[in-house]
Structures are given as structure tokens and as C-alpha cells.
């Protein structure tokens, strides 16, 4: 089954300054890599997702990159803010039984002191 | 256009019980999938429905049942409560259109809490 590995699990950053969450996975069929920002008591949101036909897309502040070859991919986030503070969670789909289910990683809390 | 839904927001049960949990996907959206978060964790894949059927399943085991009606709708059943399924339970929707790809977004929760 596909395994998601996240790191680091905290990072702690200045406020406008960048910071950079890295995940791997191990299904080479994996064609689609969301990022959800979680706050405290509250749902993951969907704040950016790659397909596996690019290797790059931008939304304002945040971009996501992706390497097939090596099977990783990275959430940055640029000119951080406080309200940036939050669980950020990659995610891989892993296919069975014809059907795809997504697989979580273990969650980064990133920290942006002012 | 409303968001997904799940009901209720917390609950707390006692060992033994059992407990289901409600959710209404996005409009537009035909396949919902449930997940349990324990605290400091990712959410881990319980099961997904399609079409009213349970078509794939994670790692717990047979106390969590589901069903999904014909609106899309679905509940989530846990049966013989045990401390341990103390989590956040949540309820995400996407739309299967065939393809690989899809997004999934996810209901508020519920807070469940086993004394």
C-alpha cells in the first residue's frame, strides 16, 4: 500500500520569511498530491494540489512542486504570515482494487512568530 | 452552494455503546469518504461509498459500518465503543466522474470522546 512520509514535523519561522514542507511517497501510480492546511479544532482545508503531469504550480503565496523521478513533493510558502500558523498535511492516492483512496502524512506544525 | 455538513459536533459515549455519526456531502458531489484523527495525527481512511456501496475499505475493523442513501448522504457506525476510538471523525465529498483525479473536501467533524 502507499506509504506518505512528511517532514519536518515543526518548523518554526519569522514572520516574511519562507518555509519549505517536504513529502515522499512510495506508489509510483500516485498521480495526484493535495496539501491541507488544518488550524486548531478545525477541517483540513484543500490549499493547493499538483497532477502528475506538471511539475510546478503556483497560488499567490504558495507553490508546490513535484518530482516523479524521485517520487517526492514540496508545499512553499513565501512571505509567511502569523495567520499562516497551522497542520499542513500531504496526501498520495493509493490505488486498490481499482479504486483510490488518499493516504495522509503525518503533518508538519508550522509556527510563524511575528 | 453548502459546504459539507456532518452531525453532530461532539459527542461523548461510554465504553460499550454505540454511536452514528451524519454527514451531507457538497453539492454536486457523489462519493464520500470517512476518516478517524486521533489527536496529533493525520487522518486515516476508514471506508468510502459510492453509489450507496461500501467500495474500498481501510484498516479497522468490522465495528465500523457505514451506509450511504440515495441523496449521497452517509452515516458512520461504530459499534462496542472502545477508549481508544476517542478521535475527530471526519466526513469528506468529492465527485468521481471516472477519471483519476479528484479533490476532497472535508465536513467540521465530530468530536467523539469514549468515557
Known amino acids: 500500500g502507499e506509504n506518505v512520509e512528511q517532514h519536518p514535523s515543526t518548523l518554526s519561522v519569522q514572520e516574511g520569511d519562507s518555509a519549505v514542507i517536504k513529502c515522499t511517497y512510495s506508489d509510483s501510480a500516485s498521480n495526484y498530491f493535495p496539501w491541507y492546511k488544518q488550524e486548531l479544532g478545525k477541517r483540513p482545508q484543500l490549499i493547493i494540489d499538483?497532477?502528475?503531469?506538471?511539475g510546478e504550480k503556483k497560488d499567490q503565496r504558495i507553490a508546490v512542486t513535484l518530482n516523479k523521478t524521485a517520487k517526492h513533493f514540496s508545499l512553499h510558502i513565501t512571505e509567511t504570515q502569523p495567520e499562516d500558523s497551522a497542520v499542513y498535511f500531504c496526501?498520495?492516492?493509493?490505488?486498490?482494487?481499482?479504486?483510490?483512496?488518499?493516504?495522509f502524512g503525518t503533518g508538519t506544525r508550522l509556527l510563524v512568530s511575528p | 452552494d453548502a459546504g459539507v455538513t456532518q452531525s453532530p459536533t461532539h459527542l461523548i459515549k461510554t465504553r460499550g455503546q454505540q454511536v452514528t455519526l451524519r454527514c451531507s456531502p457538497k453539492?454536486?458531489?457523489?462519493?464520500v469518504s470517512w476518516y478517524q484523527q486521533a489527536l496529533g495525527q493525520g487522518p486515516q481512511f476508514i471506508f468510502q461509498?459510492?453509489?450507496?456501496?461500501?467500495?474500498q475499505r481501510g484498516n479497522f475493523p468490522d465495528r465500523f459500518s457505514g451506509h450511504q442513501f440515495p441523496n449521497y448522504s452517509s452515516e458512520l457506525n461504530v459499534n462496542a465503543l472502545l477508549l481508544g476510538d476517542s478521535a475527530l471523525y471526519l466526513c469528506?465529498?468529492?465527485?468521481?466522474?471516472?477519471?483519476?483525479?479528484?479533490?476532497?473536501?472535508f465536513g467540521p467533524g465530530t468530536r467523539l470522546t469514549v468515557t
Open positions: 453539492s454536486g458531489h457523489d462519493t
Open positions: 499538483i497532477r502528475s503531469n506538471v
Open positions: 461509498y459510492y453509489e450507496e456501496e461500501e467500495r
Open positions: 469528506a465529498s468529492s465527485f468521481d466522474p471516472g477519471t483519476p483525479f479528484y479533490e476532497q473536501y
Open positions: 496526501a498520495a492516492p493509493s490505488w486498490s482494487t481499482g479504486f483510490q483512496k488518499l493516504v
